[in-house]
């Protein structure tokens, strides 16, 4: 297991190939067609999975199927970035099947979020490599500013951020690694080979539709396995639409995360535009940054 990224995949150039696959749910021609405008009026070649438009239950196709187009396309030398049409879940059910042999030998960009992050996690465990945590082509259309940054990134332009603090962000100073994406998939992929080490690193965290007693449960599982106390930082990305039960919880799920880590003294950055609201900056994992909490929060890749 490697504990520093060092492998950067090269970044895009006019004419190169972005490869869209459906490891997760299901998707449509009708809603991948107005990403694929976009991306070729970056100057990018698309290639789709073969069995991208298949379908069982909410799945983009059997297990198998699924497997064999992410399998192909981190085969192909001609592709350059790896995309996901949308997440929902699935990802997990194909991660262990695949091999990423070819992959090391010409490395690509890995792009996506929410069921995305088992790749991230898997990759940044096995090979120490960076990936990238941004929109997807389902999602395109939400955020014109994500998009725009989106672009940045993969062409390989300088990505930094200022954003307000708010009342519950925790100052302070750090440098370490960025890791991290969904509570929900990293707390499924404890004691996996996709288990995510955070050992000196920052953390991100977003998540969706969850009910914030399972916030809770899903922060102490990552308190009592030793994954927030090694921190050097922690990022909180949108946590949308949280459910509470007939007796409140009594808190939000900012509160329960600060509550989580309230012993420990590293900087902690809430609010941070990524994840499943409007806004989901993008944001390269595994790679070196430097986080700075005060009156304003900035986050700046080195």
Not at 1 to 4: I, L, N
């Given at each position: 297991?490697?504990?520093?990224s060092t ?5 895009l150039k006019q004419?190169?190939?972005?490869g869209?696959?459906a490891p997760?749910?299901?998707v449509?021609a009708?809603e991948?067609?107005p990403?694929i ?5 970056w ?6 999975g073969?069995?991208?438009?298949s379908?069982q ?7 198998a199927?699924?497997m064999a187009d992410y ?5 192909d030398?001609e ?9 929902g879940?699935?990802?997990?059910r194909i991660?262990d099947?695949l091999?990423f042999?070819?992959?090391k030998?010409n490395t690509?960009w890995?792009?996506?979020?929410s069921?995305?992050?088992?790749m991230h996690?898997?990759?940044h ?6 990936t ?8 395109f259309?939400k955020?014109a500013e ?10 390989g332009?300088e990505l930094s ?15 370490g690694v960025?890791?991290g994406?969904?509570l ?14 955070t050992?000196?690193?920052i953390l ?5 539709d969850?009910?914030?007693y ?8 990552l308190?009592r ?8 930082g922690?990022v ?5 639409d ?6 409140p919880f009594?808190?939000t ?5 600060l509550?989580?880590?309230?012993e ?12 499943h609201g409007i ?5 390269y ?10 009156e304003k929060?900035?986050l700046?890749?080195?």
């Open positions: 297991m490697q504990t520093h492998l950067r995949p090269a970044y004419g190169d190939t972005i869209i696959v997760a749910r299901k449509s009708e991948l067609a990403a405008k976009i991306l070729e009026s100057g990018l070649k698309i290639k789709t073969k069995n991208i438009f379908v239950d909410q799945f983009a196709g059997s297990d199927q699924r399998q192909d396309m981190l085969d030398t592709v350059k970035a790896i995309i996901s049409a949308r997440g879940y699935g990802s997990v991660i099947a091999n042999s070819s992959f030998k690509k890995i792009i996506g979020y069921d995305v992050t088992a996690s898997h990759i465990n096995h090979l120490g490599m960076e990238l945590h941004a929109a997807m082509p389902i999602s259309n955020d994500s998009l725009a940054l989106l672009k940045k990134a993969l062409f332009k951020y200022s954003i307000s603090s708010t009342p519950l962000s925790r100052k302070g100073e750090s440098k960025l890791v994406g969904n929900s998939l990293l707390y499924a992929l404890a004691a996996t080979p996709s288990d995510i080490d050992k000196g690193k991100f965290l977003e998540d969706l969850e009910y914030l399972h916030i809770d449960r899903m922060m102490m599982q308190k396995s030793g994954k927030l106390s090694g921190l050097k922690l909180i990305g949108c946590f949308s949280m459910k509470d039960n007939t007796i009594g808190k799920a900012e509160e329960i995360i509550d989580a880590v309230k420990y003294n590293y900087p902690v950055c809430f609010g941070f535009p990524a994840g806004k989901n900056y993008p944001l994992l595994g790679r070196e940054v430097e986080l700075s909490v005060k929060t900035s700046k890749f080195l």
